[in-house]
């Protein structure tokens, strides 16, 4: 069973920062896009940074120029830096791989960003 282990997730200040984790086998890390995704309550999960195994990045236009996602491949790791965060970035963040075959998502991890 291949297994998405996410971490990092807690509450914060407005203007603070997380950076969360997410782990995988080398075998899925290899060769997948590694993309963090978000829901926040009563709203739909959507994408917020992705990077190929190339290291090619894309971002959702909410977060660009405050989030940065990064790969460690020596890690097999994705992580997502957070910064000046906002409530509206409260939310459940999902790690997922993708390959040529196959989808596999983390059990996510929540971020709440509160006074």
């Given amino acids: 069973q291949v297994q998405l282990v996410e971490?990092?997730?807690?509450l914060v200040q407005p203007g603070g920062s997380l950076k969360l984790s997410c782990a995988t086998s080398r075998f899925i890390?290899?060769?997948a896009t590694m993309t963090w995704y978000r829901q926040a309550p009563g709203k739909q999960r959507e994408l917020v940074a992705a990077v190929t195994s190339g290291g090619t990045t894309n971002y959702a236009d909410s977060v660009k120029g405050r989030f940065t996602i990064s790969r460690d491949n020596a890690k097999n790791t994705v992580y997502l830096q957070m910064n000046s965060l906002t409530?509206?970035?409260t939310a459940i963040y999902?790690?997922?791989a993708r390959t040529v075959r196959n989808s596999y998502w983390g059990q996510g991890t929540q971020a709440t960003v509160s006074s």
């Fill in 7 to 10: 971490s990092g997730g807690g």
């Fill in 29 to 31: 890390f290899t060769t």
């Fill in 87 to 89: 409530p509206e970035d």
């Fill in 94 to 96: 999902y790690c997922n």
